[in-house]
């Protein structure tokens, strides 16, 4: 079949998440997928600099993660997760239980980042109404935060700029001014003041009706990489834990390595009463998702009727082919040494920041890094997701055999960790020239 067959029969039946098909360019047909590059149908290659929508760790089809899928599927590739248990997921479990820090150990597993969101938010309201407190029923969330597109995830991402559409729809949240910072800002400390006295006074008036707080630590990530310092968000859960609210990071995107810890909470120095995981749980090979709760959180559940149960489960929870190929994922960051990549992507990021800031191109602000994420903005007039410029520098950043999704006026790099120091540097003078013949 030729390519332009294939695509065409593409757009005549793909409905494309995230995307306005009437404008959008046709997609690659990607045919193969090796280390940090991916292969069209047409041979031509792409540094994927996005990781696939920030899933890919190690590289695609990477061999050790190939073939425990392989050997899972040959033994089992499915069962009822409910009565039944099976290895993978016990291994699983406990793998994740021995990385995450105090009583963070009790795993419930999902999807997607989504589904682990709608997960943590059941778990909170159901913890407290079956501990006889039904008056806290609030959900406290930051402007910018988006944590998926299922109704509760849209409902405490409602002020991410995505779910206009479905606003009569979403329950109602609280939501506290986000304290973005960049590089050299000097006017962090007066945001985070204000933030958090917000957050002083909405506790005064409503912290005994607040069942949880989601946010995103050290990056907020589909809002633009917007960033914040980890003692901000230290000193929101304390509060918050102070008033009896429950703690929950979403993960979904700053796990596994990706702000330069395992965990973004490593660097917060809190151990939140949730996290979610999902995106690089499995390495980017298939579709899982956890929801890991403090111990006592479960505790909350157990009784002689089925009422304090939670009554939550997907077709394919915990489907052993996801968990093979995570624990596969797990061991790989001990056997290839990832943090030492992880350490190197950083510092040739921060490298590559510094030359495009002394370029001194007018229209670029705003730089700034968290581990193995580097952003910065391109000042336009429309400037948020829904900037042209974004679709502008994808299409260039193509023809240099780059793949980059501008979050609209924000370019920034998540790469798979397998990506060299030597490619990462030519990446960067490749954007930098992208960059500077841009008409702005
Ligand atoms: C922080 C965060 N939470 C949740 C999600 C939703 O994850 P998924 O797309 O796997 O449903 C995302 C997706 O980008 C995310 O970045």
């Avoid at 590089?183 to 409503?206: C, I, N, Y």
């Avoid at 030359?355 to 229209?363: F, I, K, Q, T, V």
């Avoid at 580097?374 to 055999?401: P, Q």
Wanted: with cysteine.
């Amino acid at each position: 079949m030729t390519l332009s067959f294939l695509v065409e029969k593409d757009c005549r039946h793909i409905w494309t998440p995230f995307t306005q098909a009437q404008t959008a360019s046709p997609p690659l047909l990607i045919t193969e997928g090796k280390g940090a590059v991916l292969k069209d149908a047409s041979d031509r290659e792409y540094l994927d600099l996005i990781s696939s929508w920030w899933v890919n760790l190690h590289g695609h089809a990477h061999p050790a993660i190939v073939q425990a899928i392989a050997g899972q599927a040959s033994k089992l590739e499915q069962v009822i997760f409910a009565g039944c248990t099976h290895e993978p997921a016990i291994n699983l479990a406990n793998c994740l239980a021995s990385l995450l820090p105090g009583d963070l150990g009790r795993v419930f597993f999902s999807d997607d980042g989504s589904t682990a969101v709608e997960v943590a938010l059941k778990i909170a309201l159901q913890y407290h109404r079956n501990m006889g407190d039904t008056r806290r029923t609030r959900l406290l969330a930051f402007e910018g935060g988006y944590h998926g597109d299922t109704f509760g995830a849209m409902a405490t991402g409602g002020r991410s700029g995505f779910f206009d559409a479905f606003a009569p729809k979403l329950f109602p949240v609280d939501f506290l001014p986000f304290p973005a910072t960049w590089q050299g800002d000097s006017a962090v400390e007066g945001k985070e003041q204000a933030s958090l006295a917000q957050l002083d006074l909405f506790l005064t008036d409503h912290g005994q009706e607040t069942a949880a707080i989601i946010l995103e630590p050290l990056v907020q990530g589909a809002s633009g990489m917007r960033m914040n310092r980890p003692s901000f968000i230290r000193q929101v859960c304390e509060r918050v834990k102070a008033a009896g609210v429950l703690v929950i990071f979403d993960e979904v995107m700053t796990g596994f390595g990706r702000t330069g810890t395992m965990f973004a909470l490593e660097q917060v120095g809190w151990t939140p009463d949730m996290i979610c995981l999902a995106k690089g749980l499995t390495g980017g090979f298939l579709p899982l998702a956890v929801t890991v709760c403090q111990e006592y959180l479960y505790e909350a559940f157990l009784d002689d009727g089925f009422d304090k149960a939670l009554a939550h489960g997907h077709s394919f929870t915990a489907n052993p082919l996801g968990c093979a190929a995570a624990l596969a994922s797990l061991r790989l960051f001990r056997e290839e040494d990832t943090f030492r990549q992880i350490e190197t992507i950083h510092q040739t990021h921060q490298a590559g920041l510094i030359a495009l800031e002394n370029l001194n191109l007018p229209h670029l602000d705003r730089f700034r890094l968290c581990g193995t994420i580097a952003a910065f903005d391109i000042d336009v007039a429309d400037a948020g997701y829904r900037a042209g410029i974004g679709k502008i520098i994808r299409e260039k950043a193509l023809e240099h055999g780059l793949l980059l999704r501008p979050l609209g006026n924000t370019v920034y790099l998540l790469p798979p960790y397998c990506l060299t120091a030597e490619v990462l540097r030519d990446t960067w003078n490749r954007i930098s020239r992208i960059i500077e013949e841009l008409d702005v």
